[in-house]
Every structure is written in structure tokens, then in C-alpha cells.
């Protein structure tokens, strides 16, 4: 279960499990980010409770995760590259000023070191508008209001949504097709009607998005694609 611990300087995203054989709690940081293991018994609230106590720890290799993530990235991206726009290909160019066209996305990068930040700001500012415009048109039809939209760099899930009613949609989302980020954006309005992903949840969204296994299927065959470089 993926659930936030929330702090003054940033909230921090983490993954919470439960292991029968352990006595005590384990903090593991790794490609995912930040898991947290409790004993079968502790209570939730011994997950926070640690997380404060190890803050600084976690903050700092969590800094060192991104570091590898970024060498990783800038390595694997040059100009000529392929990336994806919404699912369909386009080619990157260098250029004074980012721009897309119908086959290429030309970025401002001073050398192929600095493509991945430009590639990441390019999909960032592009992500929270396009979003909220699909957010706001399914809320309407599915008359299911969130509080808020967040722009999420999570790499461990698509979307999330909380009990409070905040939605967060990972901008890497901008690399897959329109219907598939439609999917994602009606997978978690459902959890405004259902906290869970029982029969109920899955049929408010097959009636909003009849074909959502295929949607479902595309992101788990071509996700790591999209997380290769990220």
C-alpha cells in the first residue's frame, strides 16, 4: 500500500508493507523509493513515527536515489533519440526554444548532458494543464469532484488518490496515449465514490471507461518504457 508522510519541507511518498516475521520495523530504500516493513501487529502509527525519528537518514539517500536516477537518464539520452508525446513517437532536436511538431520535440539543452532535465521540465509544464482540462471534463460526467489536482514524480504508481480527496497524477503519464491518461485520471475519481478496489469501485469505472483493461494492459506491457529514463 502506497500511502504520504506529510511534512512542513515536503511530503514524502512511501510504500507500507507488513511481514509476519518481523519483530521490529525496517526502512528500505531502493529503485521504488522508500518502503517502510511493519511487524504484523504494530500499529500504523508506528510507520510515522519512524519515518520522523530517521527524517534526515531518509532525505539523504533518497537524494542519492535521484542522483543515480539522473546519471542513469542522461546517460541513455542524445539528439536524435526517440521519445514518446502522448504515445506517439517524436524525434528530439536541439534549438533555442522547445517546441513540438508532428514528428519532433526540439529542446533547449546547452549539451546531451542537460536533455533530461529540459525533457523532464518540457513534459512538467505540460502535464498539469492537460491533466486538470481531463480531470475537470470526467469529474462532470462522472460526478465525482476531487479537492485538488497534484503533479506527482512518482515512479511507483500512476495516480493516487487520497481520503481527503486530492488527486496526484505522475507527469510521466505525458508519454502514454490520451485514453490510457483518461483511464489513470477515471481509476482515481472511482476512489472518491470507493476507497478500495472491490466490485463496486471496478464497475463506476467500466461504466465511465468500458474498455479499461486494454487501457490497463497497455500500461503494464509499455511502463517500464516509460520509466527507463525517468
Known amino acids: 500500500m502506497q500511502t504520504w508522510f506529510k511534512n512542513a519541507s515536503g511530503d514524502i511518498p512511501y510504500i507500507l508493507r507488513r511481514s509476519p ?7 528500505k530504500i531502493d529503485a521504488a523509493g522508500l518502503t517502510v516493513i511493519l511487524p504484523q501487529r504494530a500499529p ?39 521519445v514518446l508525446w502522448l504515445g506517439e513517437p ?20 546547452a549539451n546531451e548532458q542537460k536533455i533530461a532535465p529540459a ?30 489536482l497534484i503533479l506527482s514524480s ?5 495516480g493516487s488518490c487520497t481520503s481527503n480527496g486530492d488527486i496526484r497524477l505522475s507527469w510521466r ?4 496515449p490520451a485514453r490510457v491518461i483518461d483511464y489513470v485520471v477515471i481509476h482515481e475519481l472511482a476512489h472518491l465514490a470507493e476507497m478500495n478496489h472491490s466490485a463496486r469501485f471496478w464497475a463506476i469505472v467500466a461504466q465511465a471507461c468500458p474498455h479499461w483493461k486494454s487501457e490497463r494492459a497497455w500500461l503494464k506491457q509499455h511502463g517500464s518504457n516509460l520509466l527507463a529514463w525517468t
Not at 539523504?60 to 543515480?68: C, F, G, M, N, V
Not at 518540457?122 to 471534463?137: G, I, T, V
Not at 512518482?154 to 500512476?158: E, L, V
Request: hydrophobic content about 50%; charged content about 25%; aromatic content about 8%.
Open 21 to 27: 516475521r518481523r519483530r521490529s520495523i525496517g526502512l
Open 119 to 148: 525533457l523532464i521540465r518540457f513534459y512538467q509544464r505540460a502535464a498539469k494543464p492537460y491533466f486538470a482540462e481531463r480531470l475537470n471534463l470526467w469529474a462532470e460526467r462522472m460526478n465525482l469532484h476531487p479537492r485538488q
Open 173 to 176: 503519464l505525458m508519454q502514454a
Open 154 to 158: 512518482a515512479k511507483t504508481r500512476w
Open 44 to 82: 500504523l502509527a508506528e510507520a510515522e513515527r519512524v519515518i520522523h525519528l530517521k527524517l534526515a537518514w531518509i532525505r539523504a539517500k533518497l537524494a542519492e536515489r535521484e542522483t543515480r536516477l539522473a546519471e542513469t537518464v542522461q546517460a541513455q539520452l542524445t539528439w536524435g533519440a526517440t
Open 90 to 109: 517524436r524525434i528530439l532536436q536541439s534549438a533555442l526554444r522547445a517546441k513540438l511538431t508532428a514528428d519532433t520535440l526540439f529542446l533547449c539543452a
